[in-house]
């Protein structure tokens, strides 16, 4: 079965430094979405992405967060200039299109910012 | 607004015994209500989901009803299993894009062999 894979699985960085974190969704999947979840809480609308632009976006994600997708692939996520508060488990998620609204995630980034 | 809620936040029970887990939403032209499982340090997965134009969906052990004028739905484990232990999300699309699909805050099942 076609999954969305991320890498890497862990991510450790120093406050203040750029991380990318990466995906690659599901092949004939449209749509494309960053979620983040701080430990013991809820999963975070981040960004949706689609037809090479941000169809969406929640206020987390402010001008320190961009997404790309530079390739037929790749779906990534760069935070700029990472603070604390960024430590979280990130995860990609994809659809298929239009009148399928099931997200498929992949299995998350821990990223940790000391 | 932006609201997805979720009732209880956690939840003990019986092996064999039924759950039931409430989630209300706020935006009236949502249509689309899934439920995610995501077990300790993995992913959340799509358990079932339901659309508006149907009360009730059912999947072996598991059933979705939705109440459109009450704005609110609700997962049901019948036949509960330990394995079944989890946290349970609730997550609705918002009605200005479907491509912004926000999560309630969870519901922590704890199925006590």
């Known amino acids: 079965e076609p999954e969305v894979t991320q890498t890497p699985s862990h991510q450790v960085t120093q406050m203040g430094q750029e991380v990318i974190l990466r995906c690659v969704p599901i092949?004939?999947?449209?749509?494309f979405y960053w979620y983040r979840q701080i430990l013991g809480q809820k999963v975070e609308f981040l960004v949706s992405?689609?037809?090479?632009?941000?169809?969406?976006k929640s206020e987390i994600f402010d001008d320190q967060f961009s997404v790309e997708r530079p390739d037929g692939s790749n779906f990534t996520l760069k935070i700029r200039s990472t603070k604390l508060e960024d430590s979280a488990m990130y995860f990609c998620?994809?659809?298929?299109?239009?009148?399928?609204?099931?997200?498929?995630f992949g299995s998350g980034t821990q990223l940790s910012v000391l | 607004g932006e609201n997805v809620e979720q009732h209880p936040s956690t939840l003990s029970v019986q092996e064999g015994d039924s759950a039931v887990i409430k989630c209300t939403y706020s935006?009236?032209?949502?249509?689309?209500f899934p439920w995610y499982k995501q077990e300790l340090g993995k992913r959340p997965q799509l358990i079932i989901d339901?659309?508006?134009?149907?009360g009730e969906k059912k999947d072996q052990r598991i059933a979705v009803t939705l109440n459109k004028t009450a704005k609110h739905f609700s997962l049901h484990i019948t036949e509960t299993q330990p394995e079944d232990s989890a946290v349970y999300f609730c997550a609705a699309p918002l009605k200005t894009s479907y491509d912004k699909v926000i999560f309630g805050p969870g519901t922590s099942l704890s199925v006590i062999p």
């Open positions: 992405f689609y037809n090479n632009e941000i169809s969406e």
């Open positions: 935006d009236s032209a949502s249509n689309y």
């Open positions: 092949s004939n999947h449209l749509y």
């Open positions: 998620a994809s659809r298929p299109g239009r009148g399928d609204e099931k997200l498929f």
């Open positions: 339901i659309r508006s134009n149907v």
